[in-house]
């Protein structure tokens, strides 16, 4: 469940995470697709007209050792769960020249009889720490059916939580970072977000410099096939949600023959540039927040406007909230002394974004800082975006998503003035979020690592039936791009959700879920065209 707001690293695409809003929010936002030919992890695959290419069927001897490994697993974390440890090659090109070591957790498939095989799981991100999700979410929370035929199994991706996490700033550090103002309003302020992205940036190289090159995208869809491997599987079993799609894709693209069931849910389109990308996700916040204010204006609570308010006045309405708090921040409480300033109140709002079932809280939040100067209910909502805990440590979320992000893609903007040349197209975009978005987006103009990859289609021909699901109001991946990805795939089914929040299995569809479930455990993939509300 995650992108990014204050968006001080606009994130993937986002994400599923833990327990609905709170995990909800785990999702999105600058989003990037990487492009490395399958021969090497980070050399590009060209325009967005060039696929990439399938790896040769056969595993290269040099890579034998890691693809017969035994994994040896221990008990841990909730009942039922056991982890280990999974050794890939640093570098896909030079497997001599060191190892890293991958967190994998799995919960075996509670029915009798013999199970389909396993069921790998990534919530998005990138960054997201799918061995979490698969402990406090999935592993629990999917349908019974579903686990009782599967072995669930998660890994963390090369950087993220706990598979050699890339670090960049310590809390308090961080905590300045998703303060800086993101619309800037003369020269002083924008030096000091220009100074803020470097500082963030060049404290990953510091901390981060043997890992930095190898956390493509491409790299990470690799080690999953090297687990399937292990597991025993001869073909992948697979949901994926918002970057996590992505992953799958490339799954498939670079091992169609092994690409068994695979859910791309809440889909990402590899085949448009990082400017795109950002753009197309304003948009896609802006429609949310629409859906957002017209459900509030006709509730009594709602700070924004009454009954007879558009949306475009209930956002007027807020975009002045968001430059008083730039003047005047207002109190929260916090311990450490942070009050809501504009940066952070909005990442609240857009945190809210991803899931319906935040807007009640929004309202409250929103209500309590507009009109009782108390900044508290925003300010838990953006810690929870960025997964910051009570005791001020942030989890990796943000740097590992700047690392495979600033990767995968070239950036969007290079400089300040690219970003004020945009300026006008991103405000159209969203009268709310555009002006922040525009100039979250150019946080990977300084990168200490070249970009790898570029942005080109999918098409995995020869893969078993794909399912695609796309939620035609989705605020992180606009549901163009589940049309899209569905198109590039050679075999792939678009499953529509009409509605509102970001991805859309488990989430109160009985269509959607019975559809996804049916095509997880009897391999039918839904009838073409199919759609549910």
Not at 293 to 319: E, H, M, N, Y
């Amino acid at each position: 469940m995650h992108t990014r707001p204050s968006l001080r690293r606009t994130r993937g695409a986002c994400s599923r995470a833990t327990a609905r809003l709170t995990a909800t929010v785990l999702a999105a936002a600058a989003l990037l697709v990487s492009a490395c030919s399958p021969g090497s992890s980070t050399t590009s695959a060209g325009t967005a007209d060039a696929a990439l290419a399938a790896l040769p069927r056969a595993t290269p001897s040099e890579l034998s050792s890691y693809y017969t490994q035994r994994l040896r697993w221990r008990s841990c974390g909730a009942s039922g769960f056991q982890c280990a440890t999974m050794k890939a090659p640093l570098d896909y090109d030079k497997p001599g020249a060191g190892d890293v070591r991958l967190a994998v957790t799995r919960k075996k498939a509670t029915g009798k009889g013999r199970p389909i095989g396993s069921l790998l799981v990534n919530p998005g991100g990138p960054g997201g720490s799918a061995v979490a999700y698969l402990q406090s979410y999935a592993g629990v929370g999917y349908p019974a059916d579903v686990r009782a035929r599967y072995d669930m199994v998660a890994m963390d991706p090369r950087g993220v939580a706990r598979s050699e996490p890339v670090e960049c700033l310590d809390g308090r550090q961080m905590d300045a970072y998703t303060q800086t103002d993101l619309t800037p309003d003369d020269q002083r302020e924008q030096d000091a977000l220009v100074a803020a992205d470097k500082t963030f940036d060049e404290s990953c190289g510091a901390h981060s410099a043997r890992l930095l090159r190898h956390v493509s995208t491409v790299e990470a869809a690799r080690d999953m096939d090297i687990l399937r491997a292990v597991l025993g599987d001869p073909k992948l079993n697979y949901v994926g949600a918002s970057y996590g799609t992505f992953l799958g894709a490339t799954y498939a693209g670079l091992f169609p023959d092994r690409a068994g069931r695979l859910v791309l849910d809440g889909a990402m389109d590899p085949s448009v540039d990082a400017r795109t990308l950002n753009l197309d996700q304003t948009t896609g916040f802006e429609t949310a927040f629409q859906a957002f204010a017209k459900d509030c204006v006709r509730r009594s609570d709602c700070p924004l406007g009454g009954k007879g308010t558009t949306p475009a006045q209930a956002g007027a309405t807020l975009k002045a909230f968001f430059r008083k708090l730039n003047a005047h921040p207002v109190p929260t409480g916090d311990a450490d002394g942070r009050k809501l300033g504009e940066a952070l109140a909005t990442t609240g709002v857009i945190a809210a974004m991803y899931d319906q079932a935040g807007w009640e809280q929004l309202r409250e939040a929103l209500t309590s800082a507009m009109k009782e100067n108390d900044g508290a209910g925003l300010l838990a909502l953006s810690d929870t975006y960025y997964e910051r805990d009570a005791d001020g440590h942030y989890s990796n979320l943000m740097m590992a998503n700047a690392a495979v992000n600033c990767l995968d893609l070239p950036p969007a903007f290079t400089g300040p003035d690219q970003v004020k040349q945009a300026l006008p197209a991103f405000e159209k975009a969203s009268p709310v979020f555009g002006d922040a978005l525009a100039w979250a987006a150019l946080s990977c103009a300084y990168w200490p690592v070249k970009a790898a990859g570029a942005a080109h289609r999918i098409e995995a021909k020869g893969a078993a039936p794909i399912v695609v699901v796309g939620t035609t109001r989705d605020p992180a991946t606009p549901y163009h791009w589940a049309q899209s990805l569905s198109r590039q795939l050679s075999s792939a089914r678009l499953l529509t959700f009409g509605g509102d929040g970001h991805t859309a299995y488990g989430r109160g569809s009985t269509c959607i879920d019975t559809a996804i479930n049916t095509y997880l455990l009897d391999g039918t993939p839904p009838a073409a065209g199919k759609r549910c509300s």
